[in-house]
């Protein structure tokens, strides 16, 4: 019987105008670009400086500054209005403001202020732009001192300098986070949402019905909706790792067997769930109302934007139920750490315990009878 | 038992008795009672919303009566619903097939899922095509079809697996006059096989191809027996003139 349930199903999807591009397509059109413009690396950040000391040093500053690599000097002025107009019509992200004895109080009093003012309408952005214009006045102030240091023939008081070291992304590249949360979406999206629909559109159609007056086993039905998209679900993911690899040079350092092993039952989770939604939206138009508001949440619990670790404790509680939460943890681990499949034990535990819950709840909500 | 009760029992293919349906206040299947015999040509007739898609529903084992019991090819509705279901066929009034499969991608699929061996399955295929005249449609796409052709197609879906009874489900709606009688054809060859053939509608002038006909008002049996009768004893001309006489104090429409 799945023999003639499989065929049909496989027939749709390959005759379906859309997804079978949708799915050779998405990968490499999200993975081109997504990574790009979810980077939390902020480059391009619009600068203006008030110089009202026009002296070498004011210059120095704003030359290295410029030198920086992360910023656009739009303008450099001495009117503090003409500064405020820009930030307010959004020409500028921040502005710097050197005072006007900056360069002799400096050398007399050996102290100045400088003042900084960010845009925070786009906080990532202030926040971010903040940090990078201070390293950089910091930077400037240690060349400073140093060289009178040397001028005053003293020797130099004994400072200590930091230098972090970021194990398994040592370059820091936000792309190596956000890659292996690419490829949790598209595995949720092809793998529990796509099957969801599929037998909520059965059901607008009246098909389901025909089928249900038919001596067909439930078991069957259900597994015939989900291996195709399984088989799709793991196409999709070989691209992506391909696409990846491609384009960002970027593949896992743990072991690809892994990678797949915990997709499937990550896989296996989604499509439980999917299915439970399925059972009881009776439209399309319902079930996707219902699905964006569960994915919201699964994305928001699990860690993706934001560290679990932040959230007030009945988020974090709640986050378990998030089989989003374990395998991002898990593609992370095995993408950038090489983690074995004992190290993640505790991911695999949880994805099975939602897998399981998800399909019995699944296998026993859907009714070939109605009330 | 004696040998005449057995006889009367085996020619039974569906027996109700007080079967009710409930949807919360609403009464949508009120206590009815009725047998229909093997080979019959059995209708139910009803304007919109008399309850007959609900009483089919649960004679399909599709929903759950409230009360009452019904017998459908040997087995109880309440419990065996997936026994009767590999005994049964039956046509939605909305024709569901699958329009991105073609002609004979939609037969394969329900005779497969009906168990039916690979070998009979491309017989009965042909068979039925010739049937239909539908050689040279075998590769068609479902929603290229018209609409009497669907119509056709999906009865002879529903038999594809020649169950013992089949239900159709105001199988004619939708369709012009021409395409009506062939339809009706289709019904009696199939009545000529054996299959018992339950049938709803509300079209009166099909009643009168009907053996016997059950009306229903506001989910109740207001009468049932042969076209002729019925004419018969409420001295009416046509099938319609009866049913405007009973439906007169209806509630619904």
Redesign the interface.
Known sequence: ?L???L??EF??FL??RFLPKFVIIFPFAILSIFPLVTSTEIKNIRLCVIDRDHSPYSMRLIEKIKSSGYFILVNVTTNETKAFELIESNKIDIFLELPQHFESSLIKEKKTQLMISANAVNGMKAGLGTTYLSRVIDDFNNDIRISFLYREKKTPISTFVITPFYRFNPLMKSIFNMIPAILVMLMAVVCGFLPALNIVSEKE???I????????NKFMLILSKLIPFWVVGFIALSICIFVAWLFYDFFPVGSLINLYVFSAVFVLAMSGFGLVISNYANSIQQAVFIIFFFVLTFVFLSGLYTPAANMPEWAQILSYISPLKYIIQVIRLIYLKGSGFFDMLPQFIGLSILALFFNTWAVLSYR???? | MNSTAYNYQNDISIRTEGLTKRFGNFTAVDNITFHVKKGEIFGFLGANGAGKTTAIKMLCGLSKPTSGIAMVAGYDVATQAEHIKKNIGYMSQKFALYDDLKVWENMRLYAGIYGMKEKIIAYRINEILMQLGFENEKNTFVKTLPIGWKQKLAFSISIIHQPEIVFLDEPTGGVDPAARRQFWELIYATAEKGITVFVTTHYMDEAEYCNRICMLVDGKIVALDSPKKLKDTFSAQNIDKVFRLLARNTNRT
């Open positions: 019987m023999k003639f349930l065929e049909k027939k749709q005759r379906n159609n009246g098909t019905e025909q089928l249900n007056v038919t001596p067909v070939k009878r109605y009330l």
